[in-house]
């Protein structure tokens, strides 16, 4: 098992934003977080990537618990990529700039050897002729491919992407969701938040449903997102269908 949360709790105050979690993610499995706006889809990647604490539980990593305080959390975001649904890119540095950036400054790596990383990556997603441009030159979909080329270039062992194309236009999603389905096929490791559920049919192998912080339901696309048992999903289920998102 590559990560596991286990009797995960966060509370912003007096609100309990993640109560008693647990879920397992196996090596070169794609797990979907579905659930309303507020469930705790966000807080538990940012969780996981350590950029919020918890509050009790226990969060694994290749069986290393990272939540312990004595873990420089620098070395483990090294081996966790995290995707925000804004690219968060830096509009004064070229795209190869920006995938090179932090794997210098803050994990030291040597410049020449993410350079390479960097171009190849850019190589593959075929962004390679852009390496060189700002981002306000690039569409939404590209700014978006090269933000997750840039959480891919430390070769993380986990890939967070939380709503990574509900920024984009309609037009523009199709080439963010063929990248990471490219990962996939790849063995990459994903937890990714959506409320686009074609995607999470589609690329998840196992689909988690949260519900006020806890894990009300879990299991394969078509069991969960088909014939869910828990009445609170089939509620959720039916709103997004009326939503048109299913
Ligand atoms: N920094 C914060 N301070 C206080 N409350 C917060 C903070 N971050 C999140 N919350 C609260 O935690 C709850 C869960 O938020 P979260 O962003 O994880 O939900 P989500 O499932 O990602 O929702 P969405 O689908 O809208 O992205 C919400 O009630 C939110 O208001
Ligand atoms: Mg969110």
Redesign the pocket.
């Known amino acids: 098992m590559l990560l596991s949360c286990e009797n995960v709790r ?1 509370t ?2 007096p ?1 309990v ?2 109560d008693d979690l647990s879920l397992e993610v196996d090596e070169h499995r794609v797990v979907a ?1 579905i ?12 969780c996981v990537n350590l950029l ?1 604490g918890i509050d009790d539980g226990t969060i694994r990593l290749d069986g290393e618990d990272i939540t312990d305080p004595r873990v420089n959390p620098d070395l483990v975001r090294r081996r966790i990529g995290m995707v925000f ?1 804004s690219y968060n890119l830096f509009p004064h540095m070229t795209v190869l700039r920006n995938i090179t950036l932090a794997p210098e400054k803050v994990h030291g790596r040597p410049a020449a050897e993410i350079r390479d990383q960097a171009m190849e990556w850019l190589g593959r997603v075929g962004l390679a002729d852009k390496a060189n441009s700002y981002p306000d030159r690039l569409s939404g979909g590209q700014q978006q491919r090269v933000a997750i080329v840039r959480a891919l270039v430390n070769s993380p062992r986990l890939l967070l992407l ?2 990574v194309t ?1 920024a984009l236009d309609p037009e523009l999603v199709g080439e963010v969701l063929t990248m990471i389905r490219g990962l996939k096929e790849e063995g990459m490791t994903m937890v990714l ?1 959506t ?1 686009e559920m074609g995607f999470a049919r589609q690329v998840a192998d196992r689909v988690v449903f ?1 519900d006020g ?1 806890r894990v009300l339901e879990a299991g394969p696309p078509e069991q969960v997102l088909g014939d869910p048992v828990e009445a609170r999903t089939r509620q959720f289920l039916a709103r997004i269908i009326e939503a048109g998102r299913l």
């Open positions: 966060k912003f105050g609100t934003v993640l977080l659930g309303a706006s507020g469930s705790g889809k966000s807080t538990l990647l940012r919020t649904q939380d709503e509900s938040a409320h949260l912080g």
